[in-house]
């Protein structure tokens, strides 16, 4: 069963925009890792965000944690047409066993 | 530029028949993870591997499925019988850690179609 939820299923953006995707997750968690996978090929590690953080930065990308809520989002901002892909969040749980449940992921479209 | 590789890239195959994957984790890394992509049910577990040692395959269809580490540098994962049903695209993924959940560096995949 899939641990982690995005939200929403596909956005599609003019280029420039910023891109916001949520993940909803049900378990406590060690730590949360967001990917990103081009159409055709293997995910790419983005970010981790360990249980103990709020929020993250990477280049144009930004992540927040709320463990109250059980959730967290993805902040692609001044997006580009070359971040056109599927983006999936992945929960390794409290036990910290070493495995990840990935969620459904959402697909974002970037129109140049 | 270190990679996950995998071989084969695509397999198409007769149902019944037997399908080897191999996967070359990044020199160094000490887990692996096996993962099958399908639109239905998305990225799914099979099983993974620290220092060689199985952890997990409560993913993995016993019957049919198999997944060994012979050595530090090739992980298979064999379908044997195969079914229509097996038609995925089947990810390696590599990392380290000591213990604990960490970022995985994905393959490039196997596109399996079972006819």
């Known amino acids: 069963s899939q641990q982690g939820e995005e939200d929403p299923q596909a956005l599609s953006i003019q280029e420039g925009e910023n891109a916001t995707m949520n993940c909803s997750y049900k378990t406590s968690i060690n730590n949360l890792q967001w990917y990103r996978q081009n159409s055709g090929r293997g995910l790419v590690h983005l970010i981790l965000?360990?249980?103990?953080?709020r929020e993250k930065h990477s280049g144009r990308l930004r992540v927040t944690l709320d463990t109250s809520k059980k959730s967290s989002s993805l902040l692609i901002t001044a997006s580009r047409a070359a971040d056109t892909a599927s983006y999936f969040c992945a929960v390794a749980s409290s036990s910290n066993t070493g495995k990840l449940i990935f969620g459904q992921g959402t697909t974002l479209q970037v129109k140049p | 530029d270190a990679r996950v590789t995998q071989t084969p890239r695509d397999k198409v195959t007769e149902m019944g028949q037997e399908v080897t994957m191999r996967c070359q984790p990044i020199?160094?890394?000490?887990?692996v993870f096996w993962y099958r992509q399908t639109m239905m049910q998305g990225l799914e577990l099979l099983a993974y591997f620290r220092n060689r040692a199985p952890l997990d395959d409560s993913g993995m269809p016993k019957d049919r499925f198999s997944a060994e580490m012979p050595d530090a540098t090739l992980a298979t994962l064999k379908i044997q019988p195969s079914e229509p049903r097996d038609s995925a695209v089947y990810f390696c993924?590599?990392?380290?850690?000591?213990?604990?959940?960490?970022?995985?560096?994905f393959g490039p995949g196997t596109r399996l179609t079972v006819l």
């Open positions: 965000i360990r249980s103990n953080e």
């Open positions: 020199l160094g890394h000490n887990t």
């Open positions: 993924a590599s990392g380290f850690s000591a213990s604990g959940a960490h970022e995985q560096f």
